[in-house]
């Protein structure tokens, strides 16, 4: 079965740090992979998606990821984070035979700090 | 304004009763789904349609009922038998043609059983 796996549960950074999320999955065929945010009392929105094409995928607000196919990974990165960057991020692949359902990682809760 | 709404923001109810959640779209996405949020687990899909009056389960669909008679809305249940109810509950829509698969995902509805 389809899995992800996101392997920092709390990261606490200053503001102006560069972020790295990791993000690795376990299917071998075609994947269509995002990442979601979840700002604190807010809805939960895309930040970025890849589907084919470009292996770097740029999202809203400085965003970026990177599809490394060998590394069954989408690490998602921003060079410099600011204090309203603080949320949790999820990042999700859509599940095979199950009407384009998203798989969720377990999520990272991102402490950005003055 | 396009979207969707879910109601109520927070609910309370005793053990042993039934619950309905709303979820309502108004983006004329065929497909919805609901998920269900836990603290350090991320999102888990509960059910899911993709048309009118067909809906399918999702990984964790036990203790719970949803009908579609509607393309708009989706309403869940959560039973007497869903052992451990107490959850934040996503609905979310998309399209399923073509590369369209972002879901939106509504508000959520909080809900607490005692």
């Known amino acids: 079965a389809q899995s992800v796996s996101q392997h920092n549960h709390h990261v606490i950074l200053s503001e102006a740090a560069s972020l790295e999320l990791g993000c690795n999955y376990s299917y071998g065929g075609t994947v269509n992979l995002f990442w979601y945010v979840q700002y604190p009392g807010q809805h939960l929105q895309l930040l970025l998606k890849?589907?084919?094409?470009?292996?770097l995928v740029k999202g809203i607000k400085g965003f970026e990821a990177e599809f490394i196919k060998s590394k069954f990974s989408f690490n998602l990165r921003k060079p410099s984070v600011q204090w309203s960057d603080t949320a949790e991020y999820f990042c999700a692949v859509i599940l095979e035979n199950s009407g384009y359902a998203l798989n969720f990682g377990k999520g990272t809760s991102l402490l950005v700090t003055p | 304004d396009g979207g969707i709404t879910q109601s109520p923001k927070y609910l309370f109810r005793k053990e042993g009763q039934n619950v309905t959640l709303s979820c309502e779209q108004n983006?004329?996405?065929?497909?919805m789904y609901w998920y269900r949020q836990d603290p350090g687990q991320g999102l888990r899909l509960i059910y899911y349609s993709q048309i009118v009056n067909d809906f399918q389960k999702g990984d964790i669909a036990e203790g719970y009922s949803v009908s579609r008679e509607k393309k708009e809305s989706f309403p869940l249940t959560v039973t007497s038998a869903q052992k451990n109810p107490t959850a934040f509950y996503l609905c979310?829509?998309?399209?399923?043609?073509?590369?369209?698969?972002?879901?939106?995902f509504g508000p959520g509805t909080r809900l607490t059983v005692t």
């Open positions: 890849y589907f084919s094409g470009d292996p």
């Open positions: 979310a829509s998309s399209r399923i043609r073509g590369e369209l698969y972002e879901q939106y």
């Open positions: 983006l004329n996405h065929d497909a």
